[in-house]
C-alpha cells in the first residue's frame, strides 16, 4: 500500500478531497460561513453554561472541528460544544472545584482527554452497542428535565440576580423563583428582548421569507442567525448607552486575544478517578446525540455513516479539546441541521468554520467585550426550550406504562439527584423493567382456526380446542428470568384441568433457550411423564434446537417428540382423522408426517 492509499485508509477526508470538485468547494465555504456565524455566540453562551470562560468554548470549536473533519464520516454534521454536554461538565466538575477557577478548567482539560480516550476505545473494540442501555425513554425523560435545569441556571442571567445553585438541581429551581423578585429591570429587558428576537428568527423569519419567494433551503439558513443578530444588536446597545456602568448590566469583559496555546491535562490519579463516572456518562451521552444527527442527515442524502469510525473522530476531536484549552465536545442536532441545510458537501465546511473562528478569536475579541451575559443566557434558553417534551410521555402512557414510568422516573432523578444520578438511575430502571417484563412473558393457549393449519389465541380467535390436549405458545427467549413462571403456570393448567394427556410447547416465539430454561424442560418432562402426560415440541427454530443437543438434551425425545408445525403435532396427538388432517397431505402417516419415518426433522 502506497503513501497516499494508507492516507485515504485512515482519513475519509483525503479520499473525498480526491475527488473535489468546484461545486462542493461553493457549497463548503457557504455552510462553513454561516456555522461560524452561528457557532461564535453559541460556543460563548455554551462555556459560560459550563462554567467557564466565554473563550474556552471558542477554543473548543477550532482545533476539535479540524481533527473530526480528518476522521469523521459525516458530511454535515457540525462539532463543537452542546449545551447538554455543557450542563454535565458544569454540574460533575462543580461538585470538585468552584465554576470558572483554575482548578475548575484544568480539571475540564482531564474530562475532555479521558472522554475523548474512552471513546477511541470504545470504537477500536467496536462498544457503540452501549449507547444501546440509554433507552429512548430514557433519553426523553433526561433531555427535558437537563432543559429545565440548563434554563434555570441562565435565569440568573437574565434577571440580573445572584443565585446559590445547591448540591442538587431542585435547589437551584427554587433558589431563583425565591429571587425573581429582585430582579434587575434593565438585564431583564435586554434578557427579554433578545429571547423575542431569537423567537421571530426562529418561528418567524423562515416562513415569511418563503412566502416572499426566497429560496426555502436560504429562508431556513437566513432564520438560523438570529443569536448573531442578538448579540450584536445588544452589544452595540448595551456600548452606546453605557448600560454596563448606568444600568449595572453584566457583560462578557475582556476575552484574551490571540490563538489557543497548548495546554496540559490534569492526570493525577485522584482527579481521573474522580472524572471517570462523569467521562463515562458525557462518552455515552455526546455519542448518542451525535450520531442520532449523523444518520439522520445522512439518510437524507443517501449516504452512510460508519458508526465506530464517528466514535474515534469523536475520541480524537475531544483529546484535541484536552491540549488546546476547550472542554468536551459532540455533534450538535442545530449546527448539523444548519451545516446541511446551507449546503455542506464534505466535513471541510467544518474545516471553514473553524478556520473563521480562529479567524474571530485572533482579531476580533475586543468586539466581544459589550456582550451581555443576558443575551448568552437567552441564546441557551431558546435553544433548550424546545428539548422539553411533553407529548412522547403522554403518548407512552397510552400504549407502553412502563415506559412512560422510565421517563418519569428519569425525569424526577435528575431534578432531584442530579444530572449524572438521573440518567444512572433511569438507565437502572429501564433495565429492572425489562427484567420484570422479561420475567411475565406472554404465554398463549392456542386453538385451530376453523378447519386451516392456522393456531391462535384463544382469548382472541374463535378456535377450535383437540380433546386432551394443550397446545400453548411462548411469546419470550426461555431463560433464567421467565422459566419458574412458565414452570409455574403449566402446573396449575395441568392440576385445573385432569383430562389433559399432552401438552404440546409451540416454541414459534421462543429465539434463545439458556441453561435454566434446559434445565426447566428437562424438569418439566420429568414430571408430567411421572403424570403420565406427554411433552412435545413444535415450530422449533434451528438455534435453538442447536442449543437443546448442544446441552446433551434426551436424544430418545427429540427424535419421537418434536414436529415441524402445530398443524402435524395436532393431527398425531389428537388424531388424524380429522377432516382438516385428511385433508392434509401429510394426513394421518407418519411417515408421510415425518418423511425420515420419524418425529424428528431439520427445524428452520
Keep these: 500500500m502506497n503513501f497516499l492509499a494508507r492516507i485515504k485508509s485512515i482519513s475519509p477526508l483525503a479520499t473525498r478531497l480526491s475527488d473535489y470538485r468546484r461545486e462542493h468547494f461553493t457549497g463548503d465555504l457557504i455552510a462553513g460561513v454561516i456555522v461560524a456565524i452561528m457557532l461564535v455566540p453559541q460556543a460563548m453562551a455554551y462555556a459560560m453554561l459550563a462554567g467557564l470562560p466565554p473563550q474556552v468554548g471558542l477554543y473548543a470549536s477550532i482545533v476539535p472541528l479540524v481533527l473530526y473533519s ?64 440509554i433507552s429512548h425513554p430514557v433519553l426523553v425523560g433526561f433531555t427535558s428535565a437537563a432543559a429545565i435545569v440548563i434554563g434555570f441556571s441562565q435565569l440568573k442571567h437574565l434577571l440580573g440576580v445572584s443565585v446559590e445553585s445547591g448540591e442538587y438541581p431542585f435547589q437551584l429551581i427554587a433558589g431563583t423563583l425565591a429571587n425573581m423578585g429582585h430582579s434587575n429591570l434593565p438585564t431583564l429587558a435586554v434578557g427579554l428582548s433578545s429571547c423575542g428576537l431569537l423567537l421571530v428568527f426562529g418561528r418567524v423569519m423562515g416562513p415569511w421569507l418563503k412566502g416572499l419567494g426566497l429560496d426555502e433551503n436560504l429562508a431556513n439558513v437566513i432564520s438560523k442567525v438570529g443569536p448573531l443578530v442578538a448579540v450584536t444588536a445588544a452589544a452595540i446597545a448595551v456600548y452606546l448607552g453605557g448600560w454596563h456602568e448606568s444600568q449595572k448590566i453584566s457583560i462578557v469583559g475582556e476575552i484574551p486575544g490571540g490563538l489557543p496555546t497548548w495546554t496540559m491535562p490534569e492526570l493525577s490519579l485522584a482527579a481521573l478517578r474522580s472524572l471517570f463516572p462523569l467521562a463515562l456518562v458525557i462518552t455515552l451521552v455526546g455519542y448518542l446525540e451525535s450520531i442520532s444527527v449523523a444518520k439522520a442527515l445522512a439518510t437524507r442524502r443517501r449516504e452512510k455513516v460508519d458508526a465506530n469510525r464517528e466514535l474515534f473522530a469523536l475520541g480524537i476531536a ?188 409451540v416454541a414459534s416465539g421462543i429465539n434463545d433457550v439458556d441453561a435454566t430454561g434446559i434445565d426447566v424442560l428437562e424438569t418439566t418432562i420429568r414430571e408430567l411423564r411421572s403424570a403420565n402426560v406427554g411433552f412435545y415440541l413444535s415450530d422449533i427454530k434451528g438455534p435453538v434446537m442447536d442449543r437443546l443437543k448442544a446441552a446433551g438434551f434426551e436424544a430418545e425425545f427429540l427424535e419421537t417428540h418434536v414436529f415441524l408445525s402445530t398443524h402435524q403435532a395436532i393431527c398425531e396427538l389428537a388424531g388424524s382423522g380429522q377432516p382438516v388432517c385428511q385433508r392434509s397431505d401429510t394426513s394421518g402417516d407418519p411417515s408421510l408426517i415425518h418423511p425420515k419415518g420419524s418425529k424428528i426433522h431439520e427445524p428452520i
Design 70 to 133: 480528518l476522521f469523521g464520516t459525516s458530511n454535515s454534521l457540525a462539532v463543537g460544544p452542546v449545551a447538554m454536554v455543557s450542563l454535565l461538565v458544569v454540574s460533575g466538575v462543580g461538585s470538585l472545584a468552584a465554576p470558572g477557577s483554575e482548578p475548575f478548567i484544568s480539571l475540564c482539560l482531564t474530562l475532555a482527554l479521558l472522554v475523548g480516550l474512552l471513546q477511541i476505545l470504545m470504537a477500536v473494540f467496536r462498544m457503540g452497542f452501549l449507547v444501546n442501555f
Design 318 to 505: 475531544d483529546v484535541g479539546a484536552a491540549f488546546t484549552g476547550g472542554y468536551p465536545v459532540t455533534g450538535g442536532f442545530s449546527r448539523s441541521l444548519v451545516n446541511y441545510s446551507a449546503g455542506a458537501r464534505t466535513p471541510m465546511a467544518s474545516v471553514f468554520t473553524a478556520v473563521l473562528v480562529a479567524i474571530s478569536v485572533a482579531l476580533l475579541t475586543p468586539m466581544f467585550f459589550y456582550i451581555p451575559k443576558a443575551v448568552l443566557a437567552a441564546i441557551i434558553v431558546m435553544a433548550v426550550i424546545g428539548l422539553i417534551d411533553i407529548k412522547t410521555p403522554i403518548k407512552l402512557w397510552r400504549y407502553s406504562r412502563p415506559d412512560a414510568i422510565a421517563v418519569i422516573v428519569t425525569f424526577a432523578a435528575v431534578l432531584g439527584f442530579g444530572i449524572e444520578n438521573g440518567i444512572l438511575v433511569g438507565v437502572s430502571a429501564t433495565i429492572l423493567m425489562l427484567m420484570w417484563k422479561m420475567s411475565r412473558p406472554h404465554v398463549a393457549e392456542v386453538g385451530r382456526v376453523g378447519e386451516s393449519e392456522h393456531f391462535r389465541n384463544i382469548n382472541r380467535h374463535d378456535v377450535h380446542l383437540s380433546e386432551g390436549v394443550l397446545a400453548f405458545r411462548v411469546d419470550e427467549s426461555l431463560n433464567f428470568a421467565n422459566a419458574p413462571f412458565l414452570e409455574t403456570w403449566l402446573h396449575e393448567q395441568i392440576s385445573e384441568r385432569r383430562d389433559i394427556k399432552s401438552v404440546l410447547l
